[in-house]
């Protein structure tokens, strides 16, 4: 219960214009709208969106681009993604919104088949009232055989991870939800880019599988590009690389840690008795955790991890501006205003294939213009969306944000335009 402490934003954004459909609009008192029992303790929280501004340009036409905030605890996972600002209609976004929101959701697939996916949000989240829970990780089983029993509760992920051997459950059980997916085509099944477990956590060798199996989030209206959305891949900069392009595992990972040493340290109770902590904090904010174990080979953890993030998530930001001024480069070169038909008589930027041409811009050419916003645009948000700032994997991110400047230099080429950020 101690996770309740870390609450949603208590602002407009809770009940944001883009709600889901019979969940509160803006001009309620969102402030008391938690789940009963609940208070607003830590109410401030980021907005992504006023601290960095170009997210709304890299995702334009997509619900990161409308509401963008510090996450809350998972006790709030299904209030969260009811009243969040990115499910714009409940009807047309479909269920596979809620799949790492509650272990109930897992039982309607189990029960009802994959094709839970693909019916309309609101007609699945109503059933739904058990948040991430105990369930997520243990499968209502907390002990067997005298032994803590985990079970990965995502039937995607099993299959993405069945081929390695080499995983440990206590990772995967993290790892199930804090990794990267996109939605199929057609059956909208949450799908997970890797066929051979951690050797294809590779950055470019997922972005090759997005590519061959045609997976798209959204089209870019002003350039045609089709796009992908990322979500946190956690588990990749732990554990993920193939030791040919990218190194395999993080650091800590190699010497044998999983999630749950720095993020579920153990601790002691009045009565002796010795158990996991299932706060899920930053180590950096766990003292005990420091003195006890960190410090036997850190002088100074906190300070360490500091500087790795100020050093890449600078370098993060310069990447996601990079990629706003070669899509506003590439939108003089081939989109024209026109318009808009969900709106009568306004004007909207869209992809003009002759203005391109006019341009000096040929088919050929387009097409590989509209993969380097999506690619670049890849590598900056597989970066961005991971959470740790460089913390876990300093190697992992800048080999990220190396790869997107190196696709952005060349598209600078073709478009004869500079995008410095």
């Not at 609009?25 to 980021?46: F, H, I, M, R």
Request: with cysteine; net charge negative.
């Amino acid at each position: 219960m101690a996770n309740s402490t870390n609450t949603p934003p208590a602002s407009d954004y809770n009940g944001g214009e883009y709600c889901a459909e019979g969940y509160p609009s803006k001009t309620e008192d969102v402030t008391s709208a938690l789940p009963e029992g609940y208070q607003y303790v830590d109410a401030n929280k980021l907005d992504y969106l006023e601290t960095n501004p170009e997210i709304k340009t890299l995702g334009k036409g997509y619900g990161y681009a409308k509401y963008y905030t510090e996450p809350a605890s998972h006790v709030f996972s299904v209030w969260t993604v009811t009243h969040n600002g990115r499910v714009s209609d409940g009807a047309k976004t479909k269920a596979a919104c809620i799949t790492c929101k509650s272990p109930q959701y897992s039982n309607l697939v189990d029960m009802e088949g994959a094709e839970v996916h693909a019916r309309p949000f609101n007609d699945v989240v109503g059933e739904i009232d058990e948040n991430i829970s105990c369930a997520s990780c243990h499968a209502n089983t907390p002990m067997k055989d005298g032994k803590v029993y985990l079970e990965v509760d995502r039937a995607e992920w099993v299959r993405s991870m069945g081929a390695d051997a080499g995983n440990t459950i206590e990772g995967e059980v993290c790892g199930q939800c804090h990794c990267d997916y996109s939605m199929a085509p057609g059956t909208s099944i949450p799908t997970s880019p890797y066929d051979n477990g951690r050797v294809d956590m590779v950055p470019e060798k997922a972005l090759q599988w997005y590519d061959d199996h045609e997976f798209v989030d959204w089209t870019y209206a002003s350039t045609g590009a089709k796009m992908l959305a990322i979500r946190h891949a956690e588990y990749e900069f732990i554990y993920g690389g193939d030791n040919d392009i990218l190194p395999m595992g993080s650091h800590m990972q190699n010497l044998g840690y999983d999630c749950g040493d720095c993020h579920m340290a153990t601790t002691t109770a009045e009565d002796g008795t010795v158990y996991a902590s299932h706060e899920w904090i930053s180590p950096l904010d766990n003292k005990e955790l420091i003195d006890r174990d960190c410090s036997s080979c850190h002088a100074d953890i906190v300070a360490e991890v500091r500087a790795i993030q100020n050093e890449i998530d600078p370098a993060t930001t310069v990447l996601g501006q990079r990629c706003e001024q070669f899509i506003k480069n590439l939108e003089i070169k081939v989109a024209t205003e026109q318009d808009d038909a969900a709106n009568p008589g306004t004007k909207v930027l869209k992809l003009d294939e002759e203005f391109a041409t006019s341009n000096g811009i040929d088919a050929t050419t387009l097409a590989r213009l509209q993969w380097l916003q999506r690619a670049s645009c890849y590598y900056w948000n597989l970066a961005a969306a991971e959470n740790s700032e460089g913390a876990h994997n300093p190697t992992y991110y800048k080999y990220c944000l190396d790869k997107g400047n190196e696709l952005l230099d060349e598209g600078d080429k073709l478009l004869g335009m500079s995008s410095a950020a």
